[in-house]
């Protein structure tokens, strides 16, 4: 399973955006505030993917913000919201207001989004919002990640992955070693990575 690609910009369409991953172009969607972020045809990119494997179809959703893709794999597990709606719901709204919206059952929110009536929206807030309070990835904001550590945590968590643990593992015990330890590069990072794990698994 792909869980990040890195390669450089070849183009960018309405919704989405190809990469040229060593000679393999990518078609991925994205949201429109990732977009807006891309510069020029050619620049490079690295970013966090999301795929989804069908009968008929393989789609590939793609993320600058990993807390953004945690959230839009909530947000698909419910019944009636699809791919591309999920991907509609992060293009409108910031993580914080799709978490406010969840603790304080802001349906308003969610039904300004095409394709989501009142009971849709209210679907989403009973399944996720005990999600928001349990769950560490939505507390995550006080382990905030700089842009200067950004590439050290996205390698870091695509490594725990790689050996098999699920995504919201990954993303909270990369948080807590690279904002623990900040002048420590990747090979000195992973075994602290692991010895966490280890414990949490007991």
Not at 22 to 36: H, P, Q, R, S, Y
Not at 100 to 121: Q, V
Not at 157 to 168: A, D, R
């Amino acid at each position: 399973m792909i869980v990040k690609l890195k390669g450089n910009i070849e183009n960018i369409n309405f919704d989405s955006v190809d990469l040229d991953v060593n000679g393999v172009v990518f078609k991925i969607l994205i949201t429109l505030k990732d977009k807006k972020k891309l510069k020029n045809i050619g620049d490079s990119l690295i970013i966090n993917i999301f795929e989804m494997i069908r009968e008929d179809s393989r789609l590939l959703f793609g993320f600058l913000d990993l807390k953004e893709k945690l959230i839009f794999e909530d947000l698909i597990k419910v019944q009636g919201v699809g791919g591309k709606m999920a991907l509609n719901v992060i293009s409108e709204l910031q993580c914080e207001e799709i978490i406010n919206s969840l603790r304080n059952e802001i349906l308003s929110n969610f039904t300004k989004i095409s394709g989501i009536g009142k009971k849709l929206a209210q679907r989403i807030i009973n399944e996720l919002r005990d999600k928001v309070t349990n769950e560490k990835v939505f507390k995550s904001s006080t382990f905030f990640i700089s842009e200067e550590n950004k590439n050290v945590f996205d390698d870091l968590y695509s490594c725990i992955i790689n050996l098999g643990y699920q995504s919201k593992v990954a993303e909270e015990v990369s948080r807590e070693i690279v904002v623990g330890n900040k002048n420590k590069d990747l090979e000195d990072l992973i075994p602290l990575a692991l010895k966490t794990l280890k414990i949490q698994s007991k």
